[in-house]
């Protein structure tokens, strides 16, 4: 009767703690390239989006721009890093999903007509709310072929299940030739169109307090914006 009562003692202080719950995990993504008509172009969300998850584009401009602006038929993005290079623009936003966007359309609006490429992942079994998704950027004016995410340690919360994501973009086209360490097997979206690339990955599992991602390698130097996400279980 006392292991049994111990037991359930210990369960119930697990699931209190969230010490039993589950890392996020990608759901699905896609990539793809684009030209716009009158500065708007369309991107292709992923085929399958629950109500809840977490949806974070990725957006590389072949052209200098001060902004680009998903449009609000799904919601409004939430903007959590942007870069103006010389010579071309980089973008990461997240958006908590309906439900209804499976394959769907997003229109994206730029200041002027451009060659992009785009890159998005969406995540299951997160914190539900955009509290719960922090970010850091480190950026290239200079041109490099080994942009580098930053540390990150969250502010709003310790060692959980966190999961930690890397996105990379910019202008011309980039491919990796080699991921950061960890960051090879648990979700890639990339592509690199005419004029601009865009890639995202989450790491494997490993319950981290902060993260120090190492760099891209990509095949050749590029501007651009290299960015750390840590999503809260």
């Not at 202080?13 to 589950?22: C, N, P, R, T």
């Not at 072929?145 to 340690?153: K, M, V």
Request: zero cysteines; proline letters at 5%; a negative charge.
């Amino acid at each position: 009767m006392f292991v049994r009562k111990l037991l359930a003692g210990l369960v119930l202080l697990l699931l209190a703690s969230g010490s039993w719950a589950a890392f996020p995990a990608v759901r699905s993504g896609t990539s793809g390239n684009g030209t716009t008509t009158s500065s708007v172009g369309s991107i292709t969300l992923p085929a399958t989006i629950n109500s809840g998850d977490l949806l974070i584009l990725v957006i590389g401009s072949g052209t200098t721009v001060a902004s680009i602006t998903p449009d609000t038929t799904h919601g409004t993005w939430t903007q959590k890093e942007f870069y103006q290079a010389s010579d071309g623009a980089s973008y990461v936003g997240v958006l908590i999903a309906e439900g209804d966007e499976d394959s769907a359309s997003l229109n994206i609006t730029f200041p002027t007509d451009v060659g992009f490429s785009y890159a998005i992942m969406a995540v299951q079994d997160w914190y539900g709310d955009l509290a719960g998704v922090e970010t850091a950027e480190q950026t290239y004016s200079s041109t490099t072929s080994s942009p580098n995410p930053p540390a990150l340690n969250p502010s709003a919360w310790g060692a959980e299940d966190t999961a930690w994501v890397v996105t990379q973009s910019g202008r011309r086209p980039r491919d990796v030739t080699a991921w950061p360490t960890n960051y090879a097997t648990a979700g890639n979206f990339y592509t690199d169109g005419g004029q601009a690339h865009a890639h995202i990955s989450m790491r494997d599992n490993l319950q981290l307090e902060s993260e120090d991602p190492g760099a891209f390698a990509l095949e050749n130097s590029t501007t651009g914006m290299a960015v750390t996400m840590a999503i809260r279980p």
